[in-house]
């Protein structure tokens, strides 16, 4: 099943290093400084693991919604 994701990670991260590791599962990433943000649409398995890459930055807010 296909969902968005949208998740803000709440700190400053590395975010060549959280790019390298969420790219291959074609969601976008945002660095905006003191947040990041990663979106788009993923399969459900993989919206779950490019979450819990997102928590090893630290706290996170996420939203997965189904795709419509």
């Not at 709440?10 to 074609?26: E, F, M, Q, T």
């Not at 990041?36 to 706290?59: N, S, T």
């Amino acid at each position: 099943m296909m969902v968005n994701i949208n998740i803000e990670i709440k700190n400053r991260i590395d975010s060549v290093w959280l790019w390298d590791a969420i790219k291959k599962y074609g969601v976008n990433l945002l660095d905006a400084g003191e947040k990041a943000f990663v979106y788009g649409a993923a399969d459900l398995e993989d919206a779950m693991v490019v979450c819990y890459i997102c928590c090893m930055f630290g706290p996170v807010r996420a939203e997965i919604s189904k795709a419509k």
